[in-house]
């Protein structure tokens, strides 16, 4: 038995495929069509003779296959019955899944993207997945074809998708898109302002599977748009994984995002091992490729402490996976070294995620560090005010910046000129009244207090 | 319902067999997926690195071609110009020796003129006198000249005397004549033919070209544009 190649695009999903089976079989009346004009007798002719073909011998000839694919496409292109259109889909995709497709021509493009604006479901899947099948591989004409790609007209179908409440239709998208970031330049497109919306969606996709384990499992219904959850978590990381090996994507992907803290958790509560497998991957490139933008998040969100877990509690049967594991724990402590309590606040604060520790509310701590927040012309009081005016910082981030902001004041007189100069001191004062959380509103008065007092002194 | 599940039969077997084979067969593909794209990858970054480096070396290569081929070109233009200098040079010399030439068949017509040769022999002498300061002398000329050389002794005295007041002591040898070659003119020895001033014309015309080589090259050639300094 010989050993199958990986699909260019893989789409493995019940739903789906029962439903290419049934298109397969379904009688088209291509001689209705031929008699109202549609299609013409030639075409009519050849189709007739490759249906034929096929019945009789699976394999067929290069050059054929190259001229039924033509064929086919341009049947696409002048029908519009929906069952015609799925029949001939199957159809074409069977040729590209067999390797055979010669590539991501303009005409096919254009037909498939005209599939993708029709209302039915799954013809637009089957149509992207097509795209996607045609459109990766990795040879150098591949790479020329993929310059000119409208990748970011297939996200934008393809997040319309993923908004679904058909489980299986957002299963199939992500799937798509697994396959569709094999391509460098689909990577950056995803990343880049057009499809940010799509990213968005795939995370959000990420985030309901934690929020349907979440649930009593079991008893609850299954949340919008979520089908086996770890395969589906399965699937969104392995897009995010693929995502990671582009170099400004690994810097920029956590803070625009919140991986890290997301996949800690999945990582955390994950039975499957293909699961932890992909994250930890996804972890480890994260490190290799941009380790200074996203060690403090590892450490804010406990990452060394969930690979001790992991490496410590189950034994794993793949051998990559323990490798990436000792290997990410290995340079994770590097990084970290001797960590001191001022070190960890730094880390938090580059982070963006503040939390209420003991180092925040301990006197000493403040005391004994007061200098250190003015050191390079005051960075650290400068990070804290952005925090305040970030409009993605969360309640409890803004209420410990409030805070640390009025330590910063009690112990360091002078600080009230700096954050009057720096706007933090109107920031605060707006956050006082017109915030709803009322512990922002609380630190907020407490820092203009800090502020207020002995104010005639200067 | 039964608590005990009755045994499978074939059909189900086969069934349960073949969903089996297709998880399996699905996570295999997916675990060969991660493995081809962590393969993909790295060949990506080996190749950049390889393109890196050759091009780097064709770089390299590239630059030293260009300058073994400016060396190349800076070493021929000077060779070039080296080889123009010396044919300007070459070309000057053949006309200053051309003038010097021409010279010297204008001085052949000299004697020709009794009167002018005879007060020209009258002056030689008596500047060779002057030179000698010597009471007794030898006076030689050409062969051709020796009668107009004998009047023109006479006269130099007397003017010597007029001139300086010292009285000379002539003699007019005519065993030894010089050669043509020398043109004309005189030769005028003392202390027994141990000093002697010659003023032939041809050493006359020798001294001059040497002399004058600044105002012949003015004139052949005009000033060098180098020059700065002219006092």
């Known amino acids: ?458 | 319902m039964s608590t005990a599940t009755r045994p499978m039969n074939d059909e189900e077997v086969y069934s349960e067999m073949n969903k089996m084979v297709a998880f399996i067969r699905q996570e295999a593909l997916e675990k060969a997926r991660e493995i081809k794209v962590k393969a993909d990858e790295e060949f990506n970054i080996e190749k950049a690195k390889l393109v890196r480096q050759e091009s780097i070396n064709v770089e390299e290569q590239f630059q030293r071609k260009v300058k073994q081929a400016e060396v190349k070109q800076r070493i021929l233009t000077s060779t070039l110009i080296n080889k123009s200098r010396l044919q300007v040079l070459q070309a000057r010399q053949e006309m200053l020796e051309s003038v010097f030439s021409d010279a010297q068949e204008a001085m052949k017509s000299v004697p020709q003129d009794e009167a002018k040769y005879l007060e020209l022999l009258v002056c030689l002498c008596v500047q060779a006198f002057v030179q000698l300061n010597d009471e007794t002398v030898n006076v030689r000329g050409r062969k051709a000249d020796t009668a107009l050389i004998q009047r023109a002794v006479e006269q130099a005295v007397v003017e010597y005397k007029e001139k300086t007041g010292k009285a000379v002591k002539a003699t007019v040898v005519e065993v030894s004549p010089l050669p043509d070659s020398v043109l004309g003119g005189v030769r005028v020895s003392a202390l027994n033919d141990r000093i002697s001033v010659d003023n032939t014309l041809q050493a006359r015309l020798d001294l001059s070209s040497d002399r004058m080589l600044p105002q012949l090259r003015n004139i052949l050639f005009g000033q060098s544009p180098n020059r700065k300094f002219f006092n």
């Not at chain 1, 001939?88 to 390797?99: K, P």
Request: neutral net charge.
């Open chain 1, 1 to 458: 038995m010989t050993v199958p190649d990986v699909p260019a695009a893989m789409v493995n999903n019940q739903f789906f495929d029962e439903f290419t089976d049934k298109v397969r079989v379904k009688p088209i009346p291509w001689e209705g069509y031929s008699r109202a004009g549609l299609i013409s007798g030639d075409d009519l002719r050849e189709l007739k003779e490759y249906q034929q073909a096929a019945a009789a011998q699976a394999n067929r000839e290069g050059k054929d296959v190259a001229q039924y694919m033509g064929l086919l496409v341009r049947l696409t292109e002048k029908l519009s019955s929906i069952d015609a259109l799925q029949y001939l889909l199957v159809q074409v995709d069977d040729i590209v899944e067999g390797g055979q497709g010669g590539g991501c021509g303009e005409q096919l493009q254009r037909v498939m993207f005209r599939c993708l604006e029709k209302k039915d479901d799954y013809l637009g899947l089957k149509a992207s997945k097509i795209l996607v099948g045609a459109i990766s591989g990795s040879s150098s004409a591949a790479e020329a074809e993929q310059r000119g790609f409208a990748y970011a007209r297939l996200f934008g179908y393809l997040e319309r998708c993923m908004r679904s409440e058909l489980t299986s239709v957002v299963d199939v998208a992500v799937q798509v898109m697994q396959s569709a970031l094999r391509a460098r330049r689909a990577r950056t497109v995803l990343f880049g302002e057009e499809s940010a919306q799509c990213l968005a969606q795939l995370i959000d996709v990420l985030r309901r599977t934690q929020q349907s384990l979440m649930q009593a499992s079991g008893s609850a219904p299954r949340t919008r748009g979520v089908v086996a959850v770890p395969q589906t978590q399965y699937e969104v990381v392995f897009c995010l994984w693929l995502l990671s090996f582009e170099r400004p994507i690994a810097a920029a992907l956590d803070r625009r995002l919140d991986v890290i803290a997301i996949t800690a958790e999945i990582a955390r509560s994950a039975v499957k091992e293909k699961v932890v497998r992909i994250v930890v991957a996804l972890w480890a490139n994260l490190l290799r490729l941009a380790a200074p933008a996203n060690v403090p998040a590892m450490l804010v969100a406990r990452v060394p402490a969930c690979l001790a877990t992991l490496g410590a509690g189950r034994s794993f049967k793949d051998e990559d996976l323990r490798s990436d594991l000792k290997q990410l724990a290995e340079e994770l402590a590097e990084h970290t070294g001797v960590m001191t309590t001022w070190d960890e606040y730094l880390n938090e604060l580059a982070s963006g995620k503040l939390a209420w520790s003991p180092a925040h509310r301990s006197e000493q701590f403040w005391k004994l560090h007061i200098r250190r927040m003015d050191e390079h012309d005051h960075r650290v009081v400068r990070q804290l005010a952005d925090l305040l005016t970030e409009p993605t910082a969360s309640e409890t981030a803004l209420a410990v910046a409030c805070h640390d902001l009025s330590q910063y004041v009690r112990f360091n007189p002078d600080g009230k000129r700096l954050l009057a100069r720096i706007g933090a001191k109107a920031r605060v004062m707006a956050l006082m009244t017109t915030s709803e959380c009322p512990d922002v509103r609380y630190e907020a008065l407490l820092c203009v207090q800090q502020i207020m007092l002995n104010a005639w002194r200067n």
